[in-house]
């Protein structure tokens, strides 16, 4: 069961490093392909409403194949996306290969198909290697930023998508020999379990994503309106990744101790005060600290909420079940990368929408927070 979560680390590595990475190429691409910042802006979000919307039949696909050959898919989508933007020419081109690769690419290989893989391999015990899992998420936030970043100025954007597809590529055909196929269940039922009493946590997901993901993919935009060069966007978002996986490594561990809810609740205040920081510290230097705050409360949120989700859960239906909390999570990320958008067009900055977002934090964690049930007195 080790193989198991070594195997997710290492394809999440690939699928998010791949993702998130896009960040730290908007502001290089813009200047090379000529493309404005707010199409790329667009192709984010299109990206990721795309697989929101096709979640749903990702975890159809996760019960009646396997996670094993779903997420294959999408790491050769993902990282053919790369190899198809540096390429193309035209600004439809780019958000086309964008959205529709990239879109596709993510959602047949991220947490969804990794929860689905490591749930049927440990049952009710999955948190801890969810946790240990979600570390691949900031190790490729760490390699893939810091790889391209290297790489801009010696041999320029576009040689620099081939060569990170490229890996992507080669680890991928390492992992198919290493991912153990998991066991698909046959189920009576053709629809997933019911998440009705789960709505707080689905709706604090939600939140948790129209958060992150402006952060995450427009923070290096961000520092560079600061005065941040493109290197030190890189590093900014590296750093914010090693914190991060340093939180993952912690909470598999306090998760021997503690309830997913209980450090959910933790998380969502480092967060609050992480941008906190950005809304109110004026200057560049403060971005260190709001990226290594950030870094460290939000990744790890997405294991400890998919512990929370998926407990209990019929392991033959678990891809269809979770599935609508996919949806919510990756449309609420595209419906926050858009309003930040127009709030950056209205106010020529995203802080705006900071400010939105550590509200965001607020009312998830008053979400997570367990009602007092009234003591009757005799």
Do not use: C
């Amino acid at each position: 069961m080790i193989r198991t979560a070594n195997a997710a680390l290492a394809a999440m590595t690939v699928s998010f490093g791949l993702n998130f990475s896009m960040g730290v190429f908007f502001a290089p691409t813009a200047a090379a392909y000529g493309i404005s910042a707010t199409a790329l802006a667009l192709a984010a979000a299109l990206s990721t409403a795309l697989t929101g919307l096709v979640q749903w039949r990702i975890g159809a696909l996760l019960d009646q194949i396997g996670a094993r050959a779903v997420l294959a898919v999408g790491l050769i989508l993902t990282s053919g996306s790369y190899l198809v933007l540096s390429v193309v020419h035209e600004t439809w081109e780019f958000v086309a290969a964008y959205m529709v690769l990239g879109g596709l690419g993510f959602a047949a290989s991220s947490s969804l198909t990794i929860t689905t893989l490591i749930s049927r391999s440990y049952g009710s015990e999955a948190g801890p290697a969810l946790a240990r899992a979600a570390i691949g998420i900031n190790l490729g936030q760490v390699l893939a930023p810091w790889a391209a970043t290297s790489l801009f100025e010696p041999v320029g954007v576009r040689a620099t998508y081939v060569l990170l597809g490229t890996a992507g590529l080669v680890v991928t055909a390492i992992l198919w020999t290493q991912l153990p196929g998991d066991r698909v269940e046959t189920s009576r039922s053709a629809r997933g379990e019911s998440l009705a009493g789960r709505v707080k946590v689905l709706v604090s997901f939600g939140l948790h994503a129209a958060t992150m993901y402006v952060v995450v993919l427009m923070l290096p935009k961000h520092a560079i309106e600061a005065g941040w060069s493109v290197a030190g966007t890189g590093r900014l978002v590296a750093l914010a990744a090693v914190s991060a996986g340093l939180t993952s490594a912690l909470v598999s561990r306090l998760l021997r101790r503690h309830s997913p809810e209980t450090l959910l609740r933790f998380l969502y205040g480092v967060r609050t005060l992480s941008l906190a920081l950005a809304v109110l510290v004026p200057g560049p230097e403060v971005l260190v600290a709001v990226a290594v705050l950030f870094g460290a409360a939000s990744f790890p949120m997405i294991p400890l909420t998919m512990a929370v989700l998926s407990r209990g859960l019929d392991r033959a239906r678990i891809g269809r079940t979770l599935a609508p909390a996919w949806v919510t999570h990756q449309l609420a990320a595209a419906a926050g990368l858009g309003v930040a958008a127009i709030v950056h067009t209205l106010t020529d900055s995203y802080r705006g929408y900071f400010a939105l977002g550590l509200a965001f934090s607020v009312a998830a964690a008053v979400l997570l927070t367990p009602t007092r049930k009234p003591v009757t007195v005799s």
